[in-house]
């Protein structure tokens, strides 16, 4: 499905091999949390998805986890803003500094979130992963 999704936008998009079962299991184990459902789906299809130009439309598994690991832990983020643990980040805004994320709270909600690097602000872009990467793929 979300290979089919991306390339009624895109030709150029690269798909990679499906994410292993472990390697979905060890960030969510490593995290603390399930991933979104149609998240794993999509990871279950490619482990992450870079376009046309090179940026990561959805980071792999394993970017994912060393990404929010860092965003979680790192001491000098953790001084500067608020705490990252409510959020899933997996994908970026390129050249930007932004990040896209999941909000965990409330579970089960499948709103797209930017956060801003320079405000901290998080604001609600897209109401479903689908809405976000066919917003990506299309400039809106």
Not at 4 to 23: M, N
Not at 128 to 139: C, V
Request: hydrophobic share 40%; aromatic share 12%; proline share 5%.
């Amino acid at each position: 499905m979300w290979r089919e999704l991306i390339e009624q936008h895109t030709s150029q998009a690269r798909f990679a091999s499906p994410a292993t079962e472990q390697a979905l299991y060890r960030a969510e184990e490593t995290l603390g949390h399930l991933l979104p459902d149609d998240l794993v789906k999509l990871l279950s299809e490619s482990d992450g998805v870079v376009d046309a130009n090179g940026y990561s439309l959805v980071f792999s598994a394993e970017q994912l986890l060393q990404g929010n690991l860092e965003m979680r832990t790192y001491p000098a983020l953790k001084r500067l803003y608020m705490s990252f643990d409510q959020l899933l980040f997996f994908s970026d805004v390129p050249g930007d500094g932004n990040l896209f994320a999941y909000a965990l709270v409330p579970e089960g909600r499948p709103d797209i979130f930017v956060w801003d690097h320079r405000t901290d602000s998080r604001r609600r872009v897209a109401p479903s992963l689908e809405h976000f990467i066919e917003a990506w793929l299309t400039g809106r």
